[in-house]
């Protein structure tokens, strides 16, 4: 069964900094890949997803993650955070041939300091 | 309507309670999909619908757990004889058509169920 792993749980950062949150997953077979967010208060939303092609996709809010296959991982970048990027972001792994279920991260909570 | 309907938001039962949580997908989505989100973890997969058709509940942790989407629309997670351990917030999604690789899901708010 596949799994996905992020390592970072908690991060505080600085308006202006930059953010890379790592996710890792494990599975041998084809994957799509994506990142949710959740602000608080608020239900998932997608920020961005993998199917194939370039292995860098950008979503919304200035968002962007890289697909790296030999390293199975699809880590979330952003040059410059803002006070309103405070939220929970969870990755998430679909296996193309076990069913149409995701299977997230447990999330990694992000709190931008003004 | 616009978005994923559940209902209701918060739900306090006590042990051994039976409880039903109604979810409301987009209107013309054919999958339907329950999740269950511990406090501190990421959402848990319990069961999947196409249409009317339950055609994966692999999730579901015990069979106290039971899912149903009679017409292919509205769904309902029952739990019965609930313990503490099935605290959690129960999240519904839909998809218009297939799973998240066409067109993504719509989560709904989610409905946080306490036990105690």
């Known amino acids: 069964a596949q799994s996905v792993s992020q390592h970072n749980h908690h991060v505080i950062l600085s308006e202006a900094a930059s953010l890379e949150l790592g996710c890792n997953y494990s599975?041998?077979?084809?994957?799509?890949l994506f990142w949710y967010v959740q602000y608080p208060g608020q239900h998932l939303q997608l920020l961005l997803k993998?199917?194939?092609?370039?292995?860098l996709v950008k979503g919304i809010k200035g968002f962007e993650a890289e697909f790296i296959k030999s390293k199975f991982s699809f880590n979330l970048r952003k040059p410059s955070v803002q006070w309103s990027d405070t939220a929970e972001y969870f990755c998430a792994v679909n296996a193309l041939d076990a069913g149409n279920m995701l299977t997230f991260g447990g999330g990694t909570r992000l709190m931008v300091k003004p | 309507g616009a978005g994923v309907s559940q209902s209701p938001r918060y739900k306090v039962a006590k042990r051994g309670q039976d409880v039903a949580l109604r979810c409301d997908p987009i209107s013309g989505h054919v999958s339907l999909f329950w999740y269950q989100q511990a406090l501190g973890q990421g959402p848990e997969f319990l069961t999947y619908f196409q249409n009317e058709a339950q055609l994966d509940k692999s999730g579901l942790p015990s069979d106290r757990f039971f899912a149903e989407r009679p017409e292919g629309s509205v769904s309902t997670l029952k739990i019965q004889r609930t313990q503490q351990e099935d605290s959690a917030v129960y999240l519904c999604?839909?998809?218009?058509?297939?799973?998240?690789?066409?067109?993504?899901?719509?989560f709904g708010s989610g409905t946080r169920l306490t036990v105690v």
């Open positions: 999604a839909s998809s218009l058509v297939g799973g998240p690789t066409n067109y993504g899901y719509t």
């Open positions: 993998y199917f194939s092609g370039d292995p």
């Open positions: 599975y041998g077979g084809t994957v799509n």
